[in-house]
């Protein structure tokens, strides 16, 4: 079973950037996707970002296109959020998320929390005003 651990997350000014890694435990990643949520407080999960482990296929939420960016390095089994010119609107904790299949609806897939395998704990990122 795959483990997923977040790191990189604090605290930022507004307009500034912070990059996030998601590491994958236990055995190498061969599954479809790996993808980024986030949850603000008295909010729902929010897709943010996503990325298929084959061809470096790319999706993203309409509230952070042109602004962040996800990629992959399969030697280190690890997933990256680069995120530029952040907002407060963008404070939340981000989770990590892997799923092993195509997903069973698409393209709504890349969005539905339901559709991900595993979750990583998560990891704050807090942006001041």
Do not use: H
Request: net charge positive; with cysteine.
């Amino acid at each position: 079973q795959v483990q997923l651990i977040e790191s990189g997350g604090g605290l930022v000014q507004a307009g500034g950037s912070l990059r996030l890694s998601c590491a994958a435990s236990g055995r190498t990643f061969r599954g479809y996707a790996l993808g980024w949520f986030r949850q603000a407080p008295g909010k729902e999960r929010e897709f943010v970002a996503g990325i298929a482990w084959s061809g470096n296929s790319r999706n993203y939420g309409d509230s952070v296109k042109a602004r962040f960016t996800i990629s992959r390095d399969s030697a280190k089994n690890t997933v990256y959020l680069q995120m530029n010119s952040l907002k407060p609107e963008d404070t939340a904790v981000y989770y990590c998320a892997s799923r092993e299949t195509p997903f069973s609806v698409w393209p709504t897939g890349w969005a539905n929390p339901d559709q991900y395998d595993n979750w990583g704990q998560g990891t704050q990122v807090t942006v001041s005003s």
